[in-house]
């Protein structure tokens, strides 16, 4: 797509005119990436830490532990980014083809990797099994973190259909039942917001998962430094988006409670992305975002969408 710089206009164009769930599609991408992005720079700081250097973080600038270019994302996007090749390569979600995609990705040195994701991967390369064996331990937010593929191939599908395609994705690096409870959450509230859910809808999805398990509770204090875990990332997320009424707000409050960040900032970018919309996110953010990055978030988009049930059907 020959895009000089992604403003408002080439967002609500990018899909050739398309309807309302397609751009909803690559503000969640993009969504994703700004948030990655933008909570790099202060992945693994402390709130306290954050207001000492930058007041409010509020601005793409690089830079943080990993030493980032402006723009430039970790593996939250990149994992995101090998899973969609392996659904659109293989025509549907597939564990082998979704695990053989992220050792190809391991395989190419990445910025960042999480240890989790790295044993899963490397227990693959030995076994040539997709799925790790259950354990304790896996709940980590790392299959959360690249899910926004499933939500947008498996749109239509029943709610036990998306359960199971994310598992073969997710069941490659964990395979536990907190990170796969928590992981459909975040899917089923994407895919409602797709489809024009507005933040009650999504609330009320949050609040089944805290039904179901109340580890979740997000109502408890503030979360500010979340960890890896899932529970820790979700409660975030939670709060960032059901406190604030716009991506830019959501995103901010998100990134500036510290700890992992670009995780966090991901999640709730793909969420705030595909409720608001790609017409809310600050073009300042865009605009700074790399540029193959940013294409390959908009093509995906629009790809893995004409392989889920909705457009099939003809409704897209």
């Excluded at 991506?247 to 998100?254: L, Q």
């Excluded at 300042?284 to 099939?312: G, M, Y």
Aim: hydrophobic share 40%.
């Amino acid at each position: 797509m020959p895009v000089s710089v992604l403003n408002t206009e080439t967002l609500f164009l990018a899909d050739g005119g398309g309807d309302l769930v397609k751009r909803r599609a690559i503000g969640a991408y993009l969504g994703l990436a700004i948030g990655d992005a933008l909570g790099g720079t202060v992945e693994f700081l402390t709130p306290s830490e954050i207001r000492a250097a930058y007041r409010v973080h509020r601005d793409i600038l690089g830079g943080g532990w990993l030493r980032l270019s402006r723009g430039q994302v970790t593996d939250d996007t990149q994992m995101a980014l090998a899973l969609g090749r392996s659904i659109l390569c293989a025509g549907r979600v597939d564990a082998e083809a979704a695990a053989a995609a992220f050792s190809d990705w391991m395989r190419s040195k990445p910025i960042d990797i999480g240890n989790t994701v790295r044993r899963g991967i490397a227990t693959y390369r030995r076994t040539g099994n997709p799925e790790s064996p259950p354990s304790e331990l896996d709940a980590g937010n790392g299959a959360c973190m690249r899910c926004l593929p499933i939500a947008l191939a498996t749109l239509g599908s029943s709610t036990a259909e998306v359960d199971a395609a994310n598992r073969a994705q997710a069941h490659v690096t964990h395979n536990n039942p907190t990170s796969d409870a928590g992981t459909l959450c975040a899917l089923r509230m994407v895919q409602t917001a797709l489809l024009g859910g507005d933040r009650a809808a999504l609330a009320a999805i949050a609040e089944e998962l805290v039904a179901a398990d109340p580890v979740f509770d997000y109502a408890r204090k503030r979360c500010e430094n979340p960890s890896g875990f899932i529970v820790d990332t979700l409660r975030t997320v939670f709060q960032s988006l059901f406190a604030t009424d716009n991506f830019e707000a959501a995103m901010v409050d998100c990134v500036n409670r510290g700890g992992d960040a670009d995780t966090t900032g991901a999640i709730v970018g793909m969420i705030a992305g595909a409720l608001y919309g790609p017409w809310g996110i600050p073009p300042r953010w865009t605009q700074h975002l790399d540029r193959e990055v940013q294409l390959a978030c908009i093509e995906q988009a629009q790809e893995l969408l004409k392989l889920s049930p909705f457009c099939v059907a003809g409704q897209g």
